[in-house]
């Protein structure tokens, strides 16, 4: 180990989205600055994000897509480094990229562009990148933080976290991001899996015989609702609109999923005025996956034509198939979750430029902190925004 530390204006922990994106603004506004993660290339979830081309952010991009214990934390940042900014950017760059569903912005080509852009807004004269080197100790003293990693020791006056959460550990995430925390004082709202698949048990289990049917649907936990696909597992749940309400899911609690989302209440009841000849079943199929209906009608129990069955038995069977209640047991846990949700207290935080308020030149960013926005490229946005706003003040 080299007994002088090489001294820089900033050490940046991690070089994912948000490392990255604070390590090319600090840079640009003059400063030295040392970029080091463990991983052997920067930016790994950037690279599988999006099957591959990135959904780099949501032009529907607002502060009330964000969980976190303080819901007003991310107005300030998102306010000053928009969905807007980063387009540009992206255009300047000349990477083509097309609107998926409600917002989502991906590359025409690969997520390797995004990664290769950053790297490009990087100046080489300003940035020293340090990869596949494990950092084993970081202290405090004279004004500088200290970093020893792979036999090098380095120091700065800031010091920034950026490693995010432990969501997908098979690309090398840990909680390490909350061990520094710690370390250094600064509350951690605990981790938990976000955006994740939920998982089904006891008499439930048979759902898991629909593995691969998918069907839109309204899913909803307490009062927040999602409007987009639902996808049954071999384990549970999927799909779109379960992993936006796995965010706010808690255990203990109950899934409520809407199957028929454009019908009213009484649909079966005036389907029967109009048709009384046909059956329950064909009417469910005929708006239902055919497994699905099938399933669901044996769980509700009822047959035979409409005409001969009482109008209470098909509106309780229509309320059950807009509010049908699951009972997840647990979810797929961080190997499937695409984020952490909780993590460093945003109470420890500055909303303005994500320095510790207790200790002067750390700073937070990205998965890190307690902020988790929702699927469809919120949470890059969220990356892109901390990293430029800790920047500012580096």
């Known amino acids: ?107 025409d080509g ?94 439930e289990t048979l759902f898991r015989s629909l593995s691969g049917v998918s069907a839109p649907v309204i899913a909803s936990s307490g009062k927040t609702a999602f409007r987009e696909a639902a996808l049954f597992t071999h384990k549970g749940l999927s799909g779109p609109a379960i992993l936006q309400i796995s965010s706010y899911w808690r255990h203990g609690e109950p899934v409520s999923i809407n199957f028929l989302p454009d019908y009213k209440p009484d649909w079966l009841t005036k ?28 769980r509700i129990a009822l047959s035979g034509e409409l005409g001969n069955l009482a109008d209470r038995k098909l509106a309780e069977a229509a309320q059950r198939l807009s509010a049908w209640r699951f009972m997840p047991n647990g979810t797929e846990g961080y190997a499937k979750a695409e984020v952490t949700a909780g993590g460093i207290s945003t109470a420890e935080l500055s909303s303005k430029n994500m320095e510790a308020r207790q200790m002067p030149g750390l700073y937070a960013i990205g998965e890190a902190v307690d902020v988790t926005g929702w699927l469809g490229g919120y949470n890059f946005q969220w990356a892109w925004a901390s990293g430029w706003a800790a920047a500012q003040t580096l």
């Open 271 to 298: 389907l029967k005025r109009e048709q009384p000849r046909i059956s329950l079943n064909k009417a469910i199929s005929e708006r239902l996956p055919t497994r699905l209906s099938e399933t669901l009608l044996d």
């Open 1 to 107: 180990m080299t007994n002088t530390p090489t001294q820089y204006d900033a050490i940046i922990l991690g070089a994912g989205g948000a490392g990255l994106m604070c390590a090319a603004i600090a840079a640009q506004r003059g400063r030295k600055v040392l970029l080091i993660d463990h991983a052997d290339e920067p930016g790994k979830k950037i690279l599988i994000s999006g099957g591959g081309r990135c959904n780099f952010t949501n032009i529907n991009t607002a502060p009330d897509r964000y969980i976190s214990a303080n819901k007003h934390f991310a107005k300030s940042a998102l306010s000053r480094y928009t969905a807007q900014d980063f387009i540009a950017l992206v255009n300047r760059h000349g990477i083509a990229w097309h609107e998926k569903t409600l917002g989502q912005l991906f590359c």
């Open 110 to 203: 690969s997520a390797k562009q995004i990664v290769a852009m950053l790297l490009d807004e990087c100046p080489d004269d300003a940035v020293t990148l340090s990869l596949g080197r494990s950092i084993t100790a970081i202290s405090h003293s004279d004004a500088n933080y200290h970093v020893e990693f792979g036999g090098n020791r380095a120091s700065a006056p800031s010091l920034v976290i950026a490693t995010g959460g432990p969501s997908i550990p098979k690309m090398g995430a840990t909680g390490f991001a909350y061990d520094i925390a710690r370390q250094f004082g600064l509350k951690v709202v605990e981790p938990r899996p976000a955006l994740v698949p939920l998982t089904l048990g006891g008499e």
